[in-house]
């Protein structure tokens, strides 16, 4: 009965890769995003989506791809892997309202050597 | 644009003790606004939120007030447990998106 799950949970890949992680939901939720966190723990969003249609999507280089299948799901594509992928990236959803509660994942440990 | 400042850290305390975590922001509307935990090895999860002045959120013994004419958000707790240790996020949303903007988070340690 997880809420949002994402695989794979670890990614170890060499510079230069294409890459996929997949997000899923089972919470009803219209909205989801992809937050990245870096090794200070910083973390920031990268993208979101409401019904399956891109809303935000901050200054993150093109080699990055949301796409969204349904409602449920919102996949992160990345080509081209380069060292400063390398983060932890999370996955969450939200009803649509600024105060709704997000609900994230357990995050993807993205390692580029 | 909008910003969340935390207090650096880690935080070191001994269990029992009480903690304050600051946060202050600056947005241009009037956001909400959220303390999330990590635990480690963990997703982020909702601790608590307020969503408009004056409101104070609570849950696990923690407390925060929504302080628009200091626009802050401190995290508060008065006695700590060794499971309190983690990460502590404040963030915000403004009015019309729902995208968090975080601090950039504290740690805090609690020994026994």
């Known amino acids: 009965d997880t809420a949002v799950s994402q695989t794979p949970k670890y990614l170890v890949t060499q510079m230069g890769n294409d890459k996929s992680i997949k997000c899923e939901q089972n919470?009803?939720?219209?909205?989801m995003y992809w937050y990245k966190q870096d090794s200070k723990k910083f973390l920031k969003i990268m993208f979101s989506?409401?019904?399956?249609?891109?809303?935000i999507n901050e200054t993150v280089p093109n080699r990055f791809s949301p796409k969204s299948p349904d409602k449920a799901h919102l996949n992160l594509h990345i080509n081209s892997l380069e060292l400063g992928d390398s983060a932890v990236y999370f996955c969450?959803?939200?009803?649509?309202?600024?105060?709704?509660?997000?609900?994230f994942g357990p995050g993807t440990r993205l390692t580029v050597l | 644009g909008n910003s969340v400042t935390q207090m650096e850290g880690p935080v070191t305390l001994s269990e029992e003790a009480f903690l304050t975590i600051n946060c202050t922001y600056t947005a241009t509307g009037y956001p909400s606004l959220f303390w999330y935990v990590q635990y480690p090895g963990e997703g982020l999860q909702l601790l608590l939120k307020a969503t408009k002045a004056d409101d104070k959120g609570s849950n696990k013994g923690f407390e925060a007030t929504y302080r628009k004419e200091t626009t802050s958000f401190h995290l508060e707790k008065g006695s700590v447990q060794v499971s309190d240790s983690a990460v502590y996020f404040c963030a915000l949303t403004e009015a019309g998106y729902s995208t968090l903007t975080f601090g950039k988070g504290t740690m805090l340690l609690v020994s026994p």
């Open positions: 919470l009803g939720h219209d909205t």
């Open positions: 969450a959803s939200s009803l649509r309202q600024p105060t709704d509660t997000q609900y």
């Open positions: 989506y409401n019904n399956k249609e891109l809303i």
